[in-house]
């Protein structure tokens, strides 16, 4: 069982920058496939960006790309996403997730991740 934690949401202007970490449990982290998924008020949960086990490779939903940059550390168990250029529509609650069976290729489906974190929320103001 792995246990995921999110932090570093927050209230922001437009415009500005948060970053989210979430810290991963268990020995195996390496060997996930990593992904944040964001569900904003009254929408369904959707793909934001997922990064390898390794890190080589990344994936972002274009509504984010050249905006946020996720990233891993496997020495501390971790992995970031860097959001940039924040606009309202951005506001959502942030969720971590962990793909068990994938290291190298990247899926953006939701049922693909095996463990979620609770979430974290980020606020965009106009």
């Known amino acids: 069982q792995v246990q995921l934690v999110e932090s570093g949401g927050g209230l922001v202007q437009a415009g500005g920058s948060l970053r989210l970490s979430c810290a991963a449990s268990?020995?195996?982290?390496?060997?996930?496939?990593m992904g944040w998924f964001r569900r904003a008020p009254g929408k369904e949960r959707e793909f934001v960006a997922a990064?390898?086990?390794?890190?080589?490779?990344?994936d972002y939903a274009d509504s984010v790309k050249g905006r946020f940059t996720i990233s891993r550390d496997n020495a501390k168990n971790t992995v970031y996403l860097q959001m940039n250029s924040l606009k309202p529509e951005d506001t959502a609650v942030y969720f971590c997730a962990a793909d068990k069976v994938h290291t190298i290729a990247i899926l953006t489906t939701i049922s693909a991740y095996d463990y979620w974190g609770q979430g974290t929320q980020v606020t965009v103001s106009s």
């Open positions: 268990g020995r195996s982290f390496g060997s996930y496939v």
């Open positions: 990064i390898s086990g390794r890190g080589f490779n990344t």
